[in-house]
């Protein structure tokens, strides 16, 4: 086959390399392979009848490839050419209706999952959009939807988590307990006794009792970590109900296999014994139902005034600065404990804390103690 006349392919030395480079890859398409070996061929003289043959493929192969090439250079030529027709455009409507769906969880649409992935949404966008007057998106693309959704900053493939604040008095709430931190830590500062002790309270249910099948195995030359087998045996869980003091970081423990109503008032009874020699006990504690139900108020009746309670606003917890001991606890001493009973747990715990109450530590709250003034 004659070639066009008067062309002649002359290859700069970067076009050559870079042909040489896409010819003898294994991971480059395969077209883009077989049109740079025609080309580079086609700069050596070889002729279209010689190239077809050599390759295996039809002369009119090796001529629509050298008009390309001829047309927009070597390294053009080796991708495909646009399409003629104008692909059909989406507009604004479309564009909001595939907004539309991202704003709604698969769920409300029929669908199982609860969240989209790019690949589910293109899917029903391009299954649904005729039925619901939106044709141009038959053909939507991964890359379209993609800039669909960024230029309206969605992500519903993602969760970012809040905190619905269902407490109108939550502000009001907050700062009375900051004021009560701050007159703690001033009264401390001066050396002053308080006169009534002021107790952070909490619960941590759910502590699991885990007990190894095999022995662990401890750190040795070559093998510096200890080595544990996967399996183990439950033995139910616990729960602890703990109390820590502002005034001077000592914790009291209560150690129970439920958190009910009764045992939070076995720990008001432990605290009552514990401070006889003064009047009253304040509590900090959250609003959790066991605090107010109608066994604590009566039991609160047969100690009229013994106890004041000030709760965090709801949703509030972590306000109470109890939480940052029990955070301590979780990373030291409960991190990958086991134990063979419920008895070996319990006494384990309540050995904690008394190591713990031997050199206590006073919790000072910071966040926003800055803005009050006592």
């Known amino acids: 086959m004659a070639r066009p006349k008067g ?8 076009d050559r390399n870079e042909l040489r480079r896409v010819s003898g890859s294994t991971s480059e398409e395969y077209r883009r392979v077989q049109r740079s070996k025609i080309l580079l061929m086609y700069a050596d003289d070889v002729s279209n009848k010689e190239i077809s043959e050599a390759l295996g493929i039809n002369k009119m192969t090796v001529k629509n490839v050298v008009d390309k090439c001829r047309q927009v250079g070597p390294i053009a030529a080796l991708d495909d050419m646009a399409r003629p027709g104008k692909p059909p455009a989406i507009d604004d409507n479309d564009k909001s209706y595939v907004v539309f769906l991202a704003c709604h969880k698969p769920k409300e649409l029929g669908l199982p999952e609860e969240l989209w992935s790019i690949t589910a949404l293109r899917r029903y966008i391009r299954e649904h959009c005729e ?17 669909i959704l960024e230029e309206r900053e969605l992500k519903p493939h993602r969760i970012t988590y809040y905190l ?5 008095e939550f502000k009001e709430k907050m700062e009375r307990l900051l004021i009560l931190y ?18 952070s309270y909490d619960e941590k249910p759910g502590i699991q009792i885990l007990e190894n099948v095999a022995p662990d195995l401890p750190p040795a030359p070559g093998h510096g970590t200890v080595a544990r087998d996967y ?28 958190h009910k109503s009764s045992d939070f008032i076995d720990f008001l009874r432990k605290l009552d014994s514990m401070y006889g020699e ?9 609003n959790h139902s066991a605090h107010t139900s109608k066994e604590v108020m009566a039991y609160l009746d047969t100690v ?10 709801k949703h509030g917890s972590w306000l109470n600065l109890v939480e940052s001991f029990f955070g301590k606890m979780a990373k030291t001493m409960l991190r990958g404990i086991r134990a063979s009973s419920y008895e070996e747990m319990e006494e384990r715990i309540m050995r904690y804390f008394d190591e713990v109450n031997k050199e206590p530590v006073v919790y000072r709250w910071t966040y926003k103690m800055d803005e009050i003034e006592v």
């Open 7 to 14: 062309f002649k392919l002359t290859l700069s030395d970067d």
């Open 131 to 147: 039925r619901d007057g939106y044709p141009n998106l038959r053909s939507l693309s991964r890359s379209k939807l993609w800039e």
């Open 164 to 168: 619905e604040r269902k407490d109108p």
């Open 182 to 199: 701050k007159e703690i830590q001033v009264s401390i500062d001066r050396g002053e006794q308080p006169d009534l002790p002021t107790i």
């Open 231 to 258: 399996e183990y045996r439950r033995h139910g869980t616990l729960s602890l109900l703990a109390g820590l003091n502002l005034n001077d970081g000592t914790v009291i423990p209560l150690v129970r296999r439920t």
């Open 278 to 286: 003064y009047r009253q006990i304040r509590i900090v504690l959250d």
């Open 304 to 313: 009229p005034g013994r106890f004041v309670f000030v709760f965090t606003p």
